[in-house]
């Protein structure tokens, strides 16, 4: 009994400090780390957030491995990437042999494409492969391609559902289990999930956008205790969940108008900001804006009437429905051009 109480007692004084080292990280900010010459892949770096994490990374001289089931778009962010390297082209003067000052050529990142629809495990398992053989093993991992259908549920095809399950969150089953186990071996590495504010809280409409992000941060959640349980502390993961974004993927959603001015859409880039800073401090969680902390929290402890009302208040019980009305005028439009 004695050592049970021992142990309980050591465990207040670690949880009680790591509120002093969480606090202390307020005020004093952590350095960010170098991922220079480090291999990132990205999923889904076509467009929208993958796009801007490669612009990130490149600025920080990272190798680049794109994936994108696009390949236009793919190419199109490949030579964004390298118009940043170009930019960075610029040689370093160190201290010569005899005092004077040389240049030294700059280490020189490179991008590499493939396209890869990461709704598919075959398609994952071969094209990590490739990276493999042709790029080396991988350091960074951004677990970013997701899609939505953008039909309430009695009207969305089974398959639609099945796709969006597999691109959001079974795709990071098998991303992962293609890059983690170099990771394992080296002790060295980073992963990080890109979800959603909507797998941490949920709201009418889109239940298989929701069900996919919630398994994405419970899937992202266990590897991390998995990693803890197994001694692995050079490997770190960082799980992204920003609100909703100002991409096009939800265009039409709305809150309530006289709240909407407080939470508006958030711009993409600042929440790929928050989110490097996060990756680059090691930082385990992001959740942008702050208020989605407190959002989460009052969820966990509320009844859930008391959830309802609150979301009926902010007009975020029908938040998604001009949304949803929008994606089905815009495909009878496509079925009647294409029925002419």
């Not at 994490?53 to 030579?79: H, P």
């Not at 709305?254 to 508006?264: T, V």
Request: net charge neutral; hydrophobic share 45%.
């Amino acid at each position: 009994m004695m050592i049970i109480l021992a142990e309980f007692f050591v465990v207040i004084l670690k949880v009680l400090w790591a509120f002093v080292a969480a606090g202390a990280k307020w005020v004093v900010k952590p350095k960010e780390k170098s991922v220079a010459g480090q291999v990132c892949v990205i999923t889904g770096a076509g467009s929208g957030l993958g796009r801007l994490f490669a612009k990130e990374f490149a600025r920080r001289r990272a190798i680049l491995v794109l994936w994108d089931i696009n390949s236009q778009s793919n190419e199109e962010t490949a030579e964004m990437v390298r118009q940043i390297y170009h930019e960075l082209d610029t040689p370093l003067a160190k201290d010569g042999p005899v005092g004077g000052v040389e240049e030294v050529p700059p280490f020189q990142p490179q991008v590499y494409t493939y396209v890869c629809d990461v709704g598919k495990r075959e398609s994952v398992y071969s094209t990590a492969e490739k990276v493999r053989r042709e790029v080396g093993e991988v350091d960074i991992l951004i677990n970013n391609a997701g899609v939505v259908s953008g039909h309430h549920l009695l009207e969305c095809p089974d398959e639609l559902i099945e796709r969006t399950m597999v691109v959001n969150c079974h795709a990071h089953f098998w991303t992962t289990k293609a890059f983690l186990p170099k990771m394992l071996e080296l002790n060295h590495g980073h992963i990080v999930t890109v979800a959603s504010s909507l797998g941490l809280f949920s709201t009418a409409g889109v239940e298989d956008y929701c069900a996919s992000k919630f398994g994405a941060i419970g899937f992202h959640e266990s590897l991390s205790h998995e990693l803890k349980a197994s001694e692995k502390d050079g490997i770190n993961m960082t799980l992204v969940c920003p609100y909703l974004m100002d991409t096009g993927m939800f265009k039409g959603c709305r809150i309530r108008k006289e709240i909407e001015p407080f939470l508006p859409p958030l711009k993409p880039e600042f929440c790929v900001k928050q989110a490097m800073r996060a990756i680059l401090t090691d930082q385990p969680m992001v959740c942008t804006p702050r208020i989605i902390y407190m959002v989460n929290f009052m969820k966990s402890i509320l009844p859930f009437e008391a959830i309802v009302c609150m979301y009926r208040f902010l007009g975020a019980d029908k938040c998604m429905y001009p949304f949803l009305a929008q994606r089905k005028e815009a495909m009878n439009n496509n079925e009647a051009k294409n029925g002419i």
